[in-house]
């Protein structure tokens, strides 16, 4: 059973970089799958950020304006995110997720609340 | 760029009720349409994909159609369960978009 687990700080300074981890469990990082990010602001929609494939291969949100960056371990099963020049509006809850073959995200991370404040 | 829009934002409904939540595409996508199910504090549950694909372990009362712009999720005999916030999905080979949400709210 593929399994997500997320780790990283729940606090970040307006100006600051928020940086994420995502462990993988239960399966390797194969070329089928693309590793995925997304979040959801208080109250909000989801919205995507970016993904990544076995091979490095990335697809951002262009929204996000080239702040965030996407680098995985094979070897360590984990995939990060960093998202620099953070201000309130980058408060969220991050989500990790999986897409596999049929363009769908079947398993998902257990979500951090990153708050971004001073 | 590509938009889905769901309808309604809001959905009342009854326990036993068979209701569906509508999903319109910006732009064709075939089939490529995935459907979740979030209740809060979780993360979103995979539902439906492929249109009209059940996910493993999914209940069969759950089902998707449609193809091109025009996708439907349908639920046949409301639980207790299913009140929750539903939400579409496309890829279109370089950007993912959710839908904004269709909140189900027990009545």
């Known amino acids: 059973q593929v399994q997500l687990q997320q780790s990283g700080p729940g606090l970040v300074k307006p100006s600051g970089t928020l940086s994420l981890t995502c462990l993988v469990s239960?399966?390797?990082?194969?070329?089928?799958?693309?590793w995925i990010w997304i979040r959801q602001s208080p109250g909000k929609g989801l919205e995507w950020i970016a993904e990544i494939n076995d091979s490095g291969s990335t697809y951002y949100n262009p929204s996000l304006k080239s702040r965030a960056s996407l680098s995985l371990q094979k070897s360590k099963k984990q995939f990060y995110l960093t998202l620099s020049s953070v201000t309130a509006a980058d408060t969220a809850v991050y989500f990790c997720a999986r897409r596999f073959q049929w363009l769908a995200f079947d398993v998902w991370g257990q979500g951090i609340l990153v708050t971004v404040s001073s | 760029d590509m938009q889905l829009t769901q309808s309604p934002s809001i959905l009342s409904a009854f326990v036993g009720d068979r209701v569906t939540i509508a999903c319109r595409a910006s732009?064709?996508?075939?089939?490529?349409l995935a459907w979740y199910q979030q209740k809060p504090g979780k993360a979103p549950k995979l539902l439906i994909y492929?249109?009209?694909h059940l996910q493993s372990g999914v209940p069969s009362r759950f089902s998707g159609s449609g193809f091109g712009t025009e996708f439907t999720l349908t639920i046949a005999g409301l639980q207790p369960d299913d009140f929750a916030t539903y939400y579409c999905?496309?890829?279109?080979?370089?950007?993912?978009?959710f839908g904004q949400g269709t909140k189900l709210e027990i009545k």
């Open positions: 999905q496309q890829w279109n080979g370089y950007l993912t978009t």
């Open positions: 492929k249109a009209s």
């Open positions: 239960g399966a390797s990082i194969t070329s089928s799958d693309w």
């Open positions: 732009q064709r996508i075939d089939d490529w």
